[in-house]
C-alpha cells in the first residue's frame, strides 16, 4: 500500500495513538503524509512525543493531546509548535503522565472500562485529569482509576515485517505493542518487508501480530529525522532546521514535500 492510501484511512477526528518515544522511532513519514493530507482535529495519544506531536501541531492537525511529555529533550528545547497550540487554545490538552497514558491503553487492551493505578496519592494530577477514585472491593482501600484510552489508530514505524503486518521491533519496544493492542487497526511503516518464511525461523521475535494490522507501507528512513535502532540515529542538525522553519507556514509546506522527495522518494 502507498503511504497516501494508508492515510487516506484516518478520518477526520480520529483518536491515534503514536508509536516510538520522544526522538526514537516515531513514524515521522506517516506523521509528514498526515499533515500533507491536512487532516483535522485528532486526539493524538503518546507518552513522550516530540518532531511528531510538534509538527502535527504546526500543521493544525491536532484538537486534542493526551501525553505525558512533549519535548525535544535538553539538546534542542521545548517544542515550540505545542506550546504555541496549547497556549493558544487550538489544542486541548488532556493532562496526564506518560504511566496514566500506559494505564488507560491498558484498560483499552483488556476491554476494560478503567485501568486502577497506584502512585498518583499526593499529586494534583488526579485532579487536573479529572481522574476519579474507586473503593478496592477486597481490601476496602480506595485507589485512583484511570479511563480506557481507546485509539482508533495506532501509527507505528518498524524495522522489519512481513506483507501481512506481522513485525519485529529491534530495541526498545516502547508501548507500540500494547498500543497495537489496544487501537481499532494498525498503520505500520517498515524499513522493510521481508518474507513470512523469513519471520517464521525465529518466530518469538515477532512483536506485533498481523492480525492487528491493516496497512503496511515499506518506507526506508521512515521515522527519519529521528533515530531507528539499528540503522540510524537521529539527524541533530535536521532536527534544528526543522526548529527553525517549523514556525512559517510557507517554509512548513515546502518543507513536507522535499523531505517526501529527500527520504521517501516518491
Known amino acids: ?8 484511512l484516518i478520518r477526520d477526528g480520529s483518536k491515534i495513538a503514536v508509536g516510538g518515544n520522544s526522538l526514537h522511532r516515531s ?34 492537525c491536532l484538537g486534542a493531546v493526551s501525553a505525558g511529555f512533549v519535548g525535544f529533550e535538553a539538546e ?13 487554545g487550538q489544542i486541548q490538552v488532556k493532562e496526564n503522565s506518560c504511566y ?60 522489519v515485517c512481513d506483507p501481512y503486518g506481522n513485525a519485529r521491533i529491534y530495541g526498545s519496544t516502547f508501548e507500540d ?15 522493510q518487508i521481508v518474507s513470512s518464511q ?11 501480530p498481523g492480525i492487528f494490522v491493516k496497512a503496511v507501507v515499506e518506507v526506508p528512513r521512515g521515522a527519519y529525522p529521528c533515530s531507528c535502532y539499528p540503522y540510524y540515529d537521529y539527524d541533530g542538525d535536521h532536527i534544528r532546521q526543522y526548529l527553525e522553519l517549523s514556525t512559517d507556514g510557507d517554509r512548513l509546506e515546502e518543507y513536507l ?6 527520504v521517501v522518494g516518491s
Open 100 to 159: 496514566t497514558v500506559i494505564s488507560g491503553l491498558r484498560a483499552a487492551a483488556y476491554g476494560i472500562p478503567f485501568q486502577p493505578t497506584a502512585g498518583l496519592w499526593g499529586s494534583e494530577l488526579p485532579e487536573a485529569a479529572g481522574f476519579k477514585k474507586v473503593q478496592d472491593p477486597y481490601s476496602g482501600v480506595e485507589v485512583y482509576v484511570v479511563p480506557a484510552l481507546k485509539p482508533d489508530w495506532a501509527i507505528l514505524h518498524v524495522q
Open 76 to 88: 534542542f528545547g521545548l517544542a515550540p509548535n505545542f506550546r504555541k497550540a496549547a497556549e493558544s
Open 27 to 60: 513514524p515521522s513519514a506517516i506523521i509528514r503524509e498526515i499533515a500533507r493530507q491536512k487532516k483535522k482535529d485528532l486526539e493524538i495519544i503518546k507518552t513522550a512525543g516530540a518532531y511528531d506531536i510538534d509538527l502535527l501541531c504546526a500543521a493544525g
Open 257 to 262: 514535500y522535499s523531505m517526501d522527495m529527500e
Open 1 to 8: 500500500m502507498s503511504l497516501k492510501d494508508a492515510v487516506d
Open 177 to 191: 505493542v500494547l498500543m497495537a493492542k489496544a487501537a481499532g487497526g494498525v498503520i505500520l511503516s517498515t524499513e
Open 198 to 208: 523469513e519471520l517464521s525461523t525465529q518466530p518469538e521475535l515477532t512483536q506485533i
